[in-house]
């Protein structure tokens, strides 16, 4: 079993910056997933970003006003904490993020995917 509790959201103006943590407890395998996901009220979860942690490769949302190029996914194993920071923030950008676990290495975008999930954390991002 795997826990996660997402942290670091807040309100912040358009422009500004925050950082999201996802802190895992429980036995994470260097073959898992992490993945980070919104949902926007009225709208369906979203894929964000991806990566394995044991790092490498990442995987970040492709669709119109992709957040590539201003946010990032790490991971510091030590601390089996997973982050994604989140730079030029946007009004469109607001949500409840969620950071989820999945038990294979290979990086998916949809959410069934996934086997744990955190409980989320608000960004409201003001115009």
């Known amino acids: 079993q795997v826990q996660l509790v997402d942290s670091g959201g807040g309100l912040v103006q358009a422009g500004g910056s925050l950082r999201l943590s996802c802190e895992a407890s429980?036995?994470?395998?260097?073959?898992?997933?992490i993945g980070w996901f919104r949902q926007a009220p009225g709208k369906e979860r979203e894929f964000v970003a991806a990566?394995?942690?044991?790092?490498?490769?990442?995987?970040?949302?492709d669709y119109t006003d992709s957040v590539r190029g201003r946010f990032t996914i790490s991971r510091d194993n030590a601390k089996k904490t997973a982050y994604l920071q989140m730079n030029g923030l946007k009004p469109e950008d607001t949500a409840v993020y969620y950071c989820?676990?999945?038990?294979?290495?290979?990086?998916?975008?949809?959410?069934?995917?996934?086997?744990?999930w955190g409980q989320g954390t608000q960004v409201t991002v003001s115009s």
């Open positions: 989820a676990v999945r038990e294979r290495s290979d990086l998916v975008s949809y959410f069934p995917g996934y086997n744990y």
């Open positions: 429980g036995r994470i395998s260097g073959t898992y997933t």
């Open positions: 990566m394995r942690w044991t790092g490498g490769s990442t995987y970040y949302a």
